[in-house]
């Protein structure tokens, strides 16, 4: 049963979202704050977290940046903001989906199993392979990834992108490809979704070396030069 972790400070909110997971078969935790929600995860495993941005304290926008930081957990973010350079911001920042207060809890309940789906496919990959790229090792058996011994901390979506490009180096893959190979979703809404993970991604791999070729007017592959 997977365990999952609401971080609201509305009470009521808090009881009716604990309500209604476990009504659809889900182990539920409540913290009131990001502090809160820090301290839990410190001592237990959570398979998905629903995060309100609105929060007490340390806002939700910083409280994504620091469990990306130290975990690997999708993360669905719940917020009044419907604007697009709002979602896109926290789909760069590493959220797996974002849903828009008042939500519809149908629809809260769907998207949660999407994201879990996505994460069990990427888990159920076969993850027996080290793949080696110039001085870039990716361990999928131990979800490592090290640039000149060095470890890299990659968010979810930015792993598995690194790892559908350095599993075929030769192979251009679109951002149609990358789209659904990493979200498990048909049409891509927004191709900026794919440019903003790609380019934190080269972010984090720089180390005086190349990586990741843009192959202007179709997409991505790895840097063979």
């Keep these: 049963m997977n365990k999952i972790l609401i971080v609201e400070d509305d009470p009521e909110i808090n009881k009716m979202l604990q309500t209604l997971l476990r009504k659809n078969k889900y182990t539920a935790a409540a913290a009131f704050s990001g502090t809160e929600a820090l301290l839990l995860l410190e001592k237990e495993s959570f398979d998905l977290i629903l995060l309100d941005l609105m929060l007490p304290g340390l806002s939700g926008e910083e409280i994504l940046t620091k469990i990306n930081e130290q975990f690997q957990i999708p993360i669905i973010c719940v917020s009044a903001k419907d604007d697009l350079d709002t979602k896109l911001g926290l789909i760069?920042?590493?959220?797996?989906?974002?849903?828009?207060?008042?939500?519809?809890?149908?629809?809260?309940?769907?998207?949660?199993?999407?994201?879990?789906?996505?994460?069990?496919?990427?888990?159920?990959?076969?993850?027996?392979?080290?793949?080696?790229?110039?001085?870039m090792i990716l361990d999928s058996e131990n979800h490592i990834v090290t640039v000149k011994g060095q470890p890299i901390e990659l968010t979810m979506k930015e792993y598995s992108i690194l790892q559908l490009l350095i599993s075929n180096p030769r192979k251009v893959f679109t951002k149609q490809n990358i789209f659904e190979s990493v979200w498990s979703e048909e049409c891509i809404v927004d191709e900026r979704v794919v440019t903003v993970h790609v380019s934190n991604l080269r972010n984090k791999l720089k180390h005086g070396e190349a990586y990741i070729k843009t192959v202007w007017g179709i997409g991505y592959k790895m840097q063979d030069n």
Excluded: H, M
């Design 92 to 135: 760069r920042d590493g959220a797996d989906d974002y849903i828009t207060k008042p939500f519809n809890n149908e629809e809260l309940i769907v998207r949660i199993g999407a994201v879990l789906r996505r994460v069990n496919k990427d888990t159920n990959i076969d993850k027996s392979n080290i793949f080696q790229f110039k001085d």
